[in-house]
């Protein structure tokens, strides 16, 4: 493992090898019987112990989360406190239950719905938000009732190692797993006896899950590569807003705006206007490093690979320890063919397109032009002409003249080539349960 803020080196960790996932896959499968068996309330309350004692150990995930990431610490301390919110959440929810009509719907018979856990979990999550990540995979499986085996990403696995410490003592042994390894590791747990696949990850990623599953469920969350459709009444901050949100977590966001889309008569004032908020963000203070050589390799070759005739960088404030870490400044990239690598693929990284529509039909044009679906943004001062456009958006979430507001109520999931299935709210619970419908018939002669 590496510092992404220097480059170095930070220790090493044995990656679980096909008898550890077999191992940890019999141990889930016998906790899965008595989590899955417990009363809602009595899961409810353990997952409520469980956040309490995250809230208490909050410095020892900080520093997990710091050392894996290299984030700023305000932005990780905002995300363990998020992943805690999540965790709080799901101990309610679940008790509130997610089931369609039950009562006599068919003469002379009374039927119900019995919500019933998949049994064992397995949840792949990336490095871009370790412990937010898994907040949400692991949330709404373990408040279903089922065994989770957590893996996350092989550069930042730290956090997920203290979230199964500490859900062995709250929730039971064997409830909540964390396997450390690369993808190895991720394609022996996925093609394992597990009962579901949660992956979040690249869409080269996915597919490969899908074919390890087989028939198994899987909830799949591919990426983004978000459209921004800014119109010339837009909010007067609407282009610090999408800087602040583009830089936030150096852009490794899934739902981070990527793709600014303006008409002509704004065109070169969003251009400017980007230009100069990017100005006041500088790598170092403002936003951390890329996660991996890896990544920074692979955002350097799509850069490099744009024929935009605009390209503007901001400033870059690290130390000389940083020099060899893997900081990347804001850029802004204009003038660029639809069919660019910065805007057919996403990037993930600090970096924003601006492209040109001729009127507001052709930027709902531009916008789904990509394969990715998971979240977009509209800005315009004018409502009425921003809902219908954001109506009109192909995309699981869709925020109009703000963006990456986000709260646990709110359903958060792709569509087409951002995977499906639904992370947080009510709704994510069944994805990790399997509905039984009940019938008795009540009539005469009995």
């Given at each position: 493992?590496?510092?992404?803020?220097?480059?170095?080196?930070?220790?090493?960790?044995?990656?679980?090898?096909?008898?550890d996932?077999?191992?940890?896959?019999?141990?889930?499968?016998?906790?899965?019987?008595?989590?899955?068996?417990?009363?809602?309330?009595?899961?409810?309350?353990?997952?409520?112990?469980l956040?309490?004692?995250?809230?208490?150990?909050?410095?020892?995930?900080?520093?997990?989360?710091?050392?894996?990431?290299?984030?700023?610490?305000?932005?990780?301390?905002?995300?363990?406190?998020?992943?805690i919110?999540?965790?709080?959440?799901?101990?309610?929810?679940?008790r509130?239950?997610?089931?369609?009509?039950?009562?006599?719907?068919?003469p002379?018979?009374?039927?119900?719905?019995?919500?019933?856990?998949?049994?064992v979990?397995?949840?792949?999550?990336?490095?871009?938000?370790?412990l937010?990540?898994?907040?949400?995979?692991?949330?709404?499986a373990l408040?279903a009732?089922?065994?989770?085996?957590l893996?996350?990403a092989?550069?930042?696995p730290?956090?997920?190692?203290l979230?199964?410490?500490?859900?062995?003592?709250?929730?039971?042994?064997?409830?909540?797993?964390?396997?450390?390894?690369?993808?190895?590791?991720?394609?022996?747990?996925?093609?394992?006896p597990?009962?579901?696949?949660?992956?979040?990850?690249?869409?080269?990623?996915?597919?490969?899950?899908l074919?390890?599953?087989?028939?198994?469920?899987?909830?799949?969350?591919?990426g983004?590569?978000?459209?921004?459709?800014?119109?010339?009444?837009?909010?007067?901050?609407?282009?610090?807003a999408?800087?602040?949100?583009?830089?936030?977590?150096?852009?490794q966001?899934?739902?981070?705006?990527?793709?600014?889309?303006?008409?002509?008569?704004?065109h070169d004032?969003?251009?400017a206007?980007?230009?100069e908020?990017?100005?006041?963000?500088?790598?170092?203070?403002?936003?951390?490093?890329?996660?991996?050589a890896?990544?920074?390799?692979?955002?350097?070759?799509?850069?490099?690979?744009?024929?935009?005739?605009?390209r503007?960088?901001?400033?870059?404030?690290?130390?000389?320890?940083?020099?060899?870490?893997?900081?990347?400044?804001?850029?802004?990239?204009?003038?660029?063919p639809?069919?660019d690598?910065?805007?057919?693929?996403?990037?993930f990284?600090?970096?924003?397109?601006?492209?040109?529509?001729?009127?507001?039909?052709?930027?709902?044009?531009?916008?789904?032009?990509?394969?990715?679906?998971l979240?977009?943004?509209?800005?315009?001062?004018?409502?009425?002409?921003?809902?219908?456009?954001?109506?009109?958006?192909?995309?699981?979430?869709?925020?109009?003249?703000?963006?990456?507001?986000q709260?646990?109520?709110?359903?958060?999931?792709?569509?087409?080539?951002s995977g499906?299935?639904?992370?947080?709210?009510?709704?994510?619970?069944?994805?990790?349960?399997?509905?039984?419908?009940?019938?008795?018939?009540?009539?005469?002669?009995?």
């Open positions: 493992m590496t510092d992404p803020r220097t480059g170095g080196a930070r220790g090493t960790m044995r990656a679980a090898d096909g008898p996932v077999a191992a940890a896959v019999r141990t889930a499968r016998k906790a899965a019987r008595g989590w899955g068996g417990l009363s809602g309330g009595e899961r409810s309350r353990r997952l409520s112990r956040a309490d004692l995250m809230e208490r150990e909050a410095p020892a995930y900080l520093a997990a989360e710091l050392a894996g990431t290299g984030k700023p610490p305000s932005e990780a301390a905002a995300e363990v406190a998020a992943s919110d999540v965790l709080r959440f799901y101990a309610g929810a679940l509130t239950g997610t089931s369609p009509a039950a009562g006599e719907l068919i002379g018979h009374e039927s119900w719905v019995r919500w019933e856990p998949l049994g979990v397995a949840a792949i999550v990336p490095w871009n938000y370790p937010l990540m898994a907040a949400w995979r692991i949330g709404p408040a009732g089922n065994a989770v085996i893996k996350p092989a550069t930042t730290d956090s997920g190692l979230l199964a410490r500490d859900a062995g003592q709250e929730l039971g042994p064997g409830v909540l797993q964390t396997l450390v390894g690369g993808r190895a590791t991720g394609r022996t747990l996925t093609a394992g597990v009962d579901a696949v949660a992956f979040t990850g690249s869409p080269a990623a996915g597919l490969d899950v074919g390890r599953a087989g028939t198994r469920r899987v909830s799949l969350e591919l983004g590569n978000s459209p921004v459709i800014v119109l010339p009444d837009a909010p007067a901050d609407a282009c610090r999408l800087m602040d949100a583009c830089t936030y977590n150096a852009g966001s899934c739902a981070a705006p990527a793709r600014v889309i303006t008409l002509r008569e704004n004032a969003v251009v206007g980007l230009v908020a990017m100005e006041s963000r500088p790598a170092g203070p403002a936003f951390g490093p890329l996660n991996n890896e990544q920074a390799a692979r955002y350097d070759t799509l850069l490099r690979s744009s024929a935009a005739s605009v503007r960088s901001g400033p870059m404030d690290v130390t000389e320890e940083e020099r060899g870490g893997y900081w990347r400044p804001a850029t802004v990239l204009a003038g660029l639809e069919d690598p910065a805007v057919r693929e996403e990037v990284g600090p970096l924003l397109t601006v492209q040109v529509a001729a009127d507001p039909h052709d930027a709902l044009r531009l916008a789904g032009s990509v394969p990715q679906a979240a977009a943004s509209v800005w315009s001062r004018d409502l009425a002409r921003a809902l219908p456009l954001a109506q009109a958006l192909d995309a699981g979430e869709v925020w109009v003249n703000c963006h990456l507001a709260t646990a109520e709110l359903p958060h999931g792709g569509r087409r080539g499906h299935g639904t992370d947080l709210s009510v709704l994510a619970l069944t994805e990790y349960q399997r509905p039984k419908t009940v019938t008795v018939r009540t009539g005469p002669g009995l």
